[in-house]
């Protein structure tokens, strides 16, 4: 069956950006639809792919109380969407030295004393388009736990969603992002594979490698970069590289 004028038009749906009324595809993101609409993304978006956390949004349903949130490039439209994008929420985050910076939580708390204003009201926890369980990690670092901090927030892609809707006003993703550089830098054990390959580079096992590499023309490095020993698509844990190199 093929697909008609009349077709196409009845997939189009209502939606208000910053105001205005456009009628777009009810398939596409916020984002796209709001590309659809006219809208160039100077800034507020980045990966498109819900990692970087660039294109936050606010928006509202037709007849619904609730102020809804999530990321444009993921959240797909619905009719009678308010919306406007909130690409970068003000969020202060304390200047520090982080060759300086104790690896404790009176770190944190001497740069982010707000952090004892949460309420665990839950929120941020609520809003947080990653799931992450934002009090969560905000009560461990109260309890100057840096290493549960540290994983609870780990999927945190910054994108100030939680830090806006705080009432406490807490700027919860820096303050997670400096648990977790306490933690990963200067606390976490040393993973030891890791120390042999910086050895190995160190000591120059890689240089031919490399000097090959840039010997090659365009065409060439393009053939050996999709000619390359890959990891299978599916998981196999009992997969190894022949190509290693002698790690
Ligand atoms: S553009 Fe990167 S998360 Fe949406």
């Known amino acids: 069956m093929t697909t008609t004028a009349k077709d196409v038009a009845a997939d189009l749906i209502p939606i208000f950006v910053m105001g205005k009324r456009y009628?777009?595809?009810d398939s596409l993101t916020i984002m796209k639809a709001m590309e659809h609409a006219g809208y160039q993304f100077i800034r507020g978006c980045g990966c498109r792919g819900g990692v970087c956390g660039a294109c936050s949004t606010v928006y509202r349903k037709a007849g619904d109380y609730k102020i809804y949130t999530g990321l444009a490039c993921q959240t797909v439209v619905e009719p009678n969407m308010y919306l406007a994008q909130i690409p970068f929420f003000p969020a202060l985050r304390s200047p520090y030295d982080y060759a300086?910076?104790?690896p404790?939580?009176?770190t944190v708390y001497e740069l982010y004393p707000e952090v004892f204003r949460c309420v665990a009201c839950n929120a941020c926890?609520?809003?947080?388009?990653?799931?992450?369980?934002?009090?969560?990690?905000?009560?461990?670092?109260?309890?100057?736990?840096?290493?549960k901090a540290s994983q609870l927030s780990f999927d945190c892609i910054q994108c100030g969603l939680c830090a806006s809707r705080c009432m406490g006003e807490l700027p919860q993703y820096?303050?997670?992002?400096?648990?977790?550089r306490l933690y990963a830098g200067k606390l976490a054990p040393r993973a030891a594979?890791?120390?042999d390959v910086v050895d190995s580079i160190v000591a120059g096992k890689f240089t031919p490698v490399l000097k090959d590499a840039k010997a090659l023309d365009g065409e060439a490095l393009r053939k050996a970069y999709t000619e390359r020993e890959m990891e299978p698509a599916m998981a196999d844990e009992?997969?190894?590289?022949?190509?290693?190199?002698g790690l």
């Open 104 to 106: 404790s939580a009176d």
């Open 125 to 147: 926890t609520k809003v947080c388009p990653m799931d992450v369980e934002v009090m969560d990690y905000i009560a461990a670092i109260k309890q100057g736990d840096l290493a």
């Open 174 to 180: 820096h303050i997670a992002q400096l648990a977790r």
């Open 23 to 25: 009628f777009v595809p």
């Open 193 to 195: 594979h890791l120390k």
């Open 238 to 245: 009992s997969w190894r590289p022949e190509s290693d190199y």
């Open 100 to 102: 300086e910076a104790k």
